[in-house]
């Protein structure tokens, strides 16, 4: 029996893994499988369906694989002229394929409920970030300052790393009220494998906080991972500006091949 290719979908989605769906939209001459045809290829390469089987698979499941780094759909035509060994038949005639990518929504953890968090949470939110607030002063970080985030946490930076499931769709951005908080979430958030951490400050406020750091035994390699001062260079100066800066820096990380 042919599995149900969206039941797989939903699946890879509610295990947190990630996918490509591979449709069948063009198909002339002599081709296995005909338009409306699916398969879904997974991180590994493994795939769930078919479009045909064949060397033509192969090629498509390299090019999913691409579309899943990426993040962006894509369109691929191919030309199949001669036999293909992977069938054992003939399969002359031309395939179009349209590959989507299969992603998680990616995650905002805020660490720090000031001004900056108040505007960023809203502008993340609708750019399609699940959004954390995070703040260790009771009445900062509460549901009713942030109707739009999913969660809201009062509670001492360091221990909220506890509570929190930060993955590599995950994007940490560090504006807390001080030198010595931005300094021990750093330290938590590089144990993470998030994809984005930016800290707020000053070059030289950045290096002392790297210096004390790396006195207790982060590496180099690690540190390079942070992007500080945060934001794209806007010259942005109100706290709204600034988190225009750090979105569209978030954005540009998302989106990079």
Not at 8 to 28: D, H, M, P, Q
Not at 131 to 150: Q, S
Request: aromatic share 8%; proline share 4%; net charge negative.
């Amino acid at each position: 029996m042919e599995i149900d290719i969206y039941e797989e979908v939903a699946k890879v989605k509610s295990e947190g893994r990630e996918a490509a769906l591979v449709t069948l939209i063009g198909a002339s001459g002599s081709t296995p499988r005909g338009e409306g045809a699916k398969m879904m290829v997974l991180e590994d390469g493994s795939t769930r369906g078919t479009i045909g089987g064949g060397s033509i698979e192969r090629e498509v499941t390299q090019a999913a694989l691409e579309v899943m780094r990426k993040g962006k759909p894509e369109r691929y035509k191919y030309e199949l002229k001669k036999a293909d060994e992977g069938l054992g038949m003939i399969c002359g005639g031309d395939v179009e394929v349209f590959i989507e990518p299969v992603l998680q929504s990616p995650s905002l953890f805020i660490f720090g409920a000031g001004h900056i968090a108040y505007t960023l949470s809203k502008m993340a939110q609708m750019a399609g970030y699940k959004v954390t607030i995070i703040d260790d002063r009771p009445g900062f970080a509460t549901p009713e300052r942030y109707p739009e985030a999913e969660k809201t946490l009062t509670t001492s930076f360091g221990s909220s790393f506890k509570e929190l499931n930060i993955s590599k769709w995950s994007f940490i951005v560090i504006v807390t009220y001080g030198h010595q908080a931005d300094e021990v979430v750093l330290e938590e958030a590089l144990k993470t494998p998030a994809r984005y951490i930016g800290m707020i400050g000053s070059k030289s406020k950045n290096q002392a906080v790297y210096d004390s750091l790396k006195s207790r035994g982060v590496t180099e390699e690690q540190i390079s991972r942070v992007y500080a001062p945060i934001g794209t260079r806007i010259n942005a100066h109100t706290p709204e500006e600034i988190a225009v800066s750090i979105l569209g820096q978030m954005i540009q990380v998302r989106r990079s091949s």
